[in-house]
């Protein structure tokens, strides 16, 4: 997936202003099954990344790829609880309160995702460090 930040923003005040007038909300049953849905869409990745680290014989042996294995988790991790907070954030009925809701919910993402390539960064540059000095 490869998304400008910038466009997200824009695209939720393009959503919001087009449905504030015709607002139609969905059961609470409905909106209930909504998060569920996304909460297991979420966890089935994040499971699959995490399988696909485990089964990856090259990751022992390249310290690049296990910090790219560990990055995949992490923003996968990332967007499975961005998902469900924009779920969570449809069943608002105030728009002012929703709109709230989904900016606390983007700053949240943009968080983790951040502290994920950090994390990136780091291990790769240890291993950089560490490959240097086996030379």
Same mark, same amino acid.
């Given at each position: 997936m490869c998304h400008d930040p910038r466009a997200l923003p824009l695209a939720l005040f393009v959503l919001l202003f087009a449905t504030a007038c015709q607002r139609e909300t969905e059961p609470p049953v409905q909106?209930?099954?909504d998060v569920v849905e996304e909460i297991a869409e979420? !966890? /089935?990745?994040v499971t699959d990344a995490r399988v696909d680290a485990a089964l990856d014989p090259t990751l022992d042996d390249?310290?690049? +790829?296990?910090?790219?294995?560990?990055?995949?988790?992490?923003?996968?991790? $990332? +967007?499975? +609880?961005h998902d469900v907070?924009?779920?969570?954030?449809?069943?608002? !009925?105030?728009?002012m309160q929703q709109e709230a809701c989904f900016e606390d919910a983007l700053e949240q993402y943009e968080a983790a995702m951040e502290k994920a +390539?950090?994390? /990136?960064?780091?291990? $790769?540059?240890r291993n950089r460090g560490a490959t240097a000095s086996d030379s």
């Open positions: 909106q209930a099954l979420g !966890q /089935r990745e390249s310290p690049a +790829e296990a910090a790219e294995a560990t990055y995949r988790i992490r923003t996968e991790k $990332a +967007e499975a +609880e907070a924009r779920q969570l954030c449809d069943a608002i !009925q105030d728009a +390539e950090n994390k /990136r960064r780091a291990l $790769a540059g």
